[in-house]
């Protein structure tokens, strides 16, 4: 069975990592692609490796969480 992938995106790397190992991906049919700690390192995970879901803050440096989405969907 495919799992979804997923991109977890936060610049707070005490949130970042607590989110990862917080959730039981696999439990809930998810696989836990990658993070990332910013929109651009996002964007550029994203282009090598793609996701069905991203999970991201929307107050970070240089790409806020909107912008990486609106990017991502390009």
């Given amino acids: 069975m495919d799992r979804f ?3 977890l995106v936060d610049d707070n ?3 970042r990592e607590g ?6 991906w696999e439990a809930y049919g ?4 990658g993070a990332a700690d910013n929109g651009l390192s996002a964007l ?3 282009e ?3 996701c069905d ?3 991201t803050d929307i107050r970070m440096p240089e790409t806020n969480g909107l912008e990486l989405l609106r990017r991502a969907r390009e």
């Fill in 30 to 33: 998810y696989q836990l692609a």
């Fill in 19 to 24: 989110i990862c190992a917080m959730i039981d």
């Fill in 13 to 15: 790397p005490a949130i």
């Fill in 53 to 55: 879901l991203i999970i």
């Fill in 44 to 46: 550029e995970f994203l």
């Fill in 5 to 7: 992938r997923v991109l």
């Fill in 48 to 50: 090598k490796n793609p």
